[in-house]
C-alpha cells in the first residue's frame, strides 16, 4: 500500500521507488502545476551579520526560526496546495558545538579539516564521478564525539553498520 493510499502525508522511498508522484498518476501530462521554491534559512546569519562577525557569531537562531515558520503556515494557507515544496541552500550558518560538517554534491567521498572542523563530503547513491561506490555514511553522534563511516549501498543492505559503530550507541 503506498504512502498516498495510508493518508500518509509524508511520502518515503520503498522498495527503491518514491511513491509520491506514480506512474500511472504522473506518467503523462495532466496539466499546469506549482511548487513552492525556498533557499537560505541559514539558521544563525542575521545574528552573525548584525553584529559583524560571520565566522563566530551564528549562535543564535530565533528570528530564522519565526521566519521559517511562518513561510511553512503561509504555504500551508496556500489554495490550491503546491505541488510539493523544495528547501535549497544554506540550512544553518553555525551552531555552538559543531564538529563536523557533512555535505554532497561532489559524487565522490571527499573532506578535510579546518580550526577543528571536520568537512565530510559524501558520495552520491546515484552517478559516481570518482572511484568510490554508491552508497550511504553512517553517522553515530555521542556527547564526546561525532564517527562516521562510507558504506556502500551492497555492504550496508547485506552487513548492515559495523559492531563498533552499533556499540557507540548503547548507554552506559
Given at each position: 500500500m503506498s504512502a498516498a493510499e495510508e493518508g500518509c502525508i509524508f511520502h518515503g522511498a520503498r522498495g527503491?521507488?518514491?511513491?509520491?508522484?506514480?506512474?500511472?498518476?504522473?506518467?503523462e501530462w495532466n496539466g499546469p502545476f506549482y511548487f513552492i521554491q525556498g533557499a537560505d534559512p541559514q539558521f544563525g546569519l542575521m545574528k552573525a551579520w548584525s553584529v559583524g562577525d560571520c565566522d563566530n557569531g551564528g549562535d543564535e537562531w530565533g528570528q530564522e526560526i519565526r521566519l521559517t515558520e511562518q513561510a511553512v503556515q503561509a504555504i500551508n494557507k496556500l489554495n490550491p496546495k503546491p505541488r510539493f515544496f523544495v528547501l535549497c541552500g544554506?540550512?544553518?550558518?553555525?551552531?555552538?558545538?559543531?564538529?563536523?560538517?557533512?555535505?554532497?554534491?561532489?559524487?565522490?567521498?571527499?573532506?578535510?579539516?579546518?580550526?577543528?572542523?571536520d568537512m565530510v563530503v559524501t558520495s552520491a547513491i546515484g552517478c559516481q564521478l570518482g572511484k568510490d561506490t554508491h552508497g550511504l555514511r553512517v553517522v553515530v553522534v555521542t556527547a564526546e564525539?561525532?564517527?562516521?563511516?562510507?558504506?556502500s549501498i551492497d555492504q550496508l543492505s547485506e552487513s548492515g553498520i559495523d559492531d563498533d559503530l552499533l556499540g557507540l550507541m548503547k548507554k552506559k
Open positions: 527503491r521507488t518514491l511513491d509520491a508522484f506514480s506512474a500511472e498518476k504522473e506518467g544554506d540550512l544553518v550558518q553555525a551552531m555552538p558545538g559543531v564538529k563536523a560538517v557533512f555535505a554532497g554534491h561532489y559524487h565522490r567521498n571527499a573532506g578535510g579539516t579546518y580550526q577543528n572542523l564525539k561525532v564517527t562516521h563511516r562510507y558504506y
